[in-house]
């Protein structure tokens, strides 16, 4: 190459922001091996796609007509109709995008002539970290029209006139769906970490990724089980869920564990726990280091945990006032034979803290009164802003749901899965098909990302009477649930609540939180944890992570209460355990699972947590 044309391809006006060395990891060096490597993907991609079709051709799985992709149709179709009904308004439509893309080429020109790049103004995000997604003229003109064309088609359906907040809440879920999709960073041509990879190895990255794909969509029996981590780590009381104890009792719908004290005293008053059974408990057990669990027995408490049944078509019938007769009560009756104590501590995470707190008004008709403290994790009894998880319920979607549970007796895990999966898609979903099946790597070991992937089966009668009853109907709310033959109220339950929200929750955003803390006929202590769902309640004190934030109680509108709060540095719970201490500290010696009464079933965490959908 002359010194001319070293010039021009590095520091002359053309591609001011190339040289020769940048271009080297494009350009293929073994075509052979390239192709070679390329037949070998195929191969494997036809492996994948026979994976799939092969239950389908049995008979063994059968695809719902209605499904999320028909309902995405339909409600795009309704954006779409306003802006091609009016000639005028679809030109307007069509202009601004034009507009937009004329400016992205105009920059982009103006960069491959020398003149130096305009200050970046876009949101940076951790897909586009790569280099040459700005220092490459190509991929920084690929980025560039993805993030004008996400902009422009969020603004349509913003500004789409007749759309009811439904309508409109949807489509701008599948807007966000489709545009995270069709994101450059996701296929290999244009993502140029990507394209330098699948070079270097000569496409050998490919053919590992199109066998992982394979692999996971025959673990998924027919379905694509997106693999988050290597699970091959893990394995459920080896090295996970530790906390020793006993499953003591046994129900049609759960296993009650107690588990072994650390400490000579413990508070006479023991404390039950109701995890959601949409996961399994052992979010809150998931190592010694950040056991929600074991931290409380360190701190005195005899804990006792319900660790629901994974069901299947026998559970079909199983409904809310089944769970909370068969769960939450036969737990109560559990602990009292265990431990001679009536009076209970409750806590219940998520929606098991809606059943909690349902099941806590039904007690309140019927003058029970054995639990007199509930905690509630993140957890909406109020679903008028219950975030996205509202698009995928309506009555036409709910009855198509319904149709295919009856069929079964219970909702597939993996639907419930993907649901969540989807309200962070691009952190959840797409990364994670670009490792592995881009890359063709093995995602690194995470504990809470195996007890993410580790989804359970929902009976078909409780998963409608929770869909129709709080996301549909929000009947709690408004004092009109019908459980076990009472209709229930809220404003009934009197005993002092601690309600933890989360900052950034997806799934029970914090004002959903706070205005359903204003439901109850009691004290509500509200509390707001830094971070998520998840990392916002498992937060263990010895970590120093994150925040919380207190005030006073919780009245009024969200922000102004937000305005006079106390931040306070580190994990809440230290905080609720003198919370739990300023309604009971009495002490008595330390307590056995089981007890004189009852026999220990098998060891903690029992057998139902190993039960796989």
Not at 110 to 124: I, N, Q, Y
Not at 385 to 390: E, F, I, N, S, V
Not at 480 to 500: A, C, F, H, Q
């Amino acid at each position: 190459m002359s010194e001319d044309d070293k010039k021009t391809a590095s520091g002359g006006k053309l591609f001011p922001s190339f040289d020769a060395d940048s271009v080297q990891p494009y350009i293929v060096k073994d075509p052979e091996a390239m192709a070679m490597n390329f037949a070998r993907t195929l191969e494997n991609l036809g492996k994948a796609a026979s994976a799939w079709l092969a239950p389908r051709e049995r008979g063994e799985r059968v695809d719902p007509v209605a499904d999320p992709a028909t309902d995405m149709i339909k409600t795009m179709s309704r954006v779409s109709e306003y802006w091609m009904s009016d000639p005028k308004r679809a030109l307007e439509a069509q202009t601004q995008l034009m507009g937009s893309f004329f400016n992205v080429w105009t920059r982009s020109l103006s960069r491959m002539s020398g003149e130096a790049a305009a200050e970046e103004t876009v949101k940076k995000e951790k897909r586009f970290a790569d280099e040459d997604w700005q220092r490459n003229p190509f991929f920084d003109f690929l980025r560039q029209v993805y993030v004008t064309t996400s902009d422009w088609a969020e603004k349509m359906v913003e500004e789409a006139e007749g759309l009811d907040p439904h309508t409109r809440h949807k489509a701008t879920f599948y807007v966000k769906q489709i545009m995270a999709a069709l994101s450059p960073a996701n296929f290999v041509a244009t993502n140029p970490e990507l394209y330098r990879e699948t070079v270097a190895s000569s496409g050998a990255n490919l053919v590992k990724g199109m066998a992982l794909l394979a692999e996971d969509i025959r673990a998924g029996g027919g379905e694509l089980r997106l693999r988050q981590t290597d699970a091959t780590k893990f394995a459920i009381g080896v090295n996970i869920a530790l906390t020793p104890g006993k499953v003591i009792a046994q129900s049609d719908v759960c296993q009650v564990i107690q588990y072994e004290p650390a400490t000579d005293k413990v508070l006479k008053r023991p404390l039950m726990i109701c995890p959601p059974w949409i996961n399994k408990f052992y979010i809150l057990d998931l190592n010694p280091q950040k056991s929600f669990i074991k931290w409380c027995v360190d701190q005195g408490h005899t804990v006792f945990v319900i660790s629901w049944v994974n069901p299947d078509e026998r559970h079909r019938d199983k409904d809310w006032t089944a769970y909370a007769r068969e769960g939450i009560d036969f737990t109560l009756e559990t602990i009292e034979k265990a431990t001679g104590e009536k009076d209970v501590n409750a806590i219940g995470y998520c929606v098991g803290g809606t059943l909690l707190a349902a099941t806590l008004a039904l007690h309140a008709k019927e003058k029970n009164r054995r639990i007199k403290t509930a905690t509630l994790f993140t957890t909406q009894v109020d679903f008028t802003h219950a975030g996205d998880l509202k698009v995928f319920v309506d009555e036409e979607q709910l009855a198509a749901l319904e149709e295919q549970m009856s069929k079964d007796g219970y909702l597939q895990g993996s639907r419930m899965a993907t649901a969540f999966n989807m309200l962070r898609a691009s952190e959840l979903i797409w990364p994670y098909v670009v490792n592995n099946y881009l890359k063709g790597q093995v995602p690194m070991p995470f504990d809470l990302l195996y007890w993410n992937s580790d989804s359970t089966r929902m009976a078909a009668a409780n998963h409608s009477f929770y869909l129709r009853n709080c996301y549909l109907n929000n009947t709690l709310a408004q004092g009109k649930m019908e459980l076990g033959g009472k209709t229930v109220s809220l404003r009934d339950i009197k005993i002092p609540i601690y309600n933890l929200a989360t900052r950034e929750d997806h799934i029970a955003p914090p004002l959903s939180v706070f205005l359903g803390s204003q439901l109850f006929g009691g004290p509500v202590e509200y509390v707001l944890s830094g971070s998520g769902h998840i990392a916002g309640v498992v937060n263990p004190p010895d970590r120093n992570k994150y925040q919380y934030w207190t005030g006073e109680a919780p009245r009024g509108e969200y922000d102004e209460w937000l305005q006079h709060t106390t931040e306070n540095p580190g994990s809440w719970w230290p905080h609720w355990h003198q919370w739990i201490l300023s309604h009971g500290d009495r002490e008595v010696p330390a307590r056995k699972p089981g007890g004189a009464a009852l026999n220990a079933i098998e060891d903690a965490p029992g057998s139902f947590v190993l039960a796989k959908s």
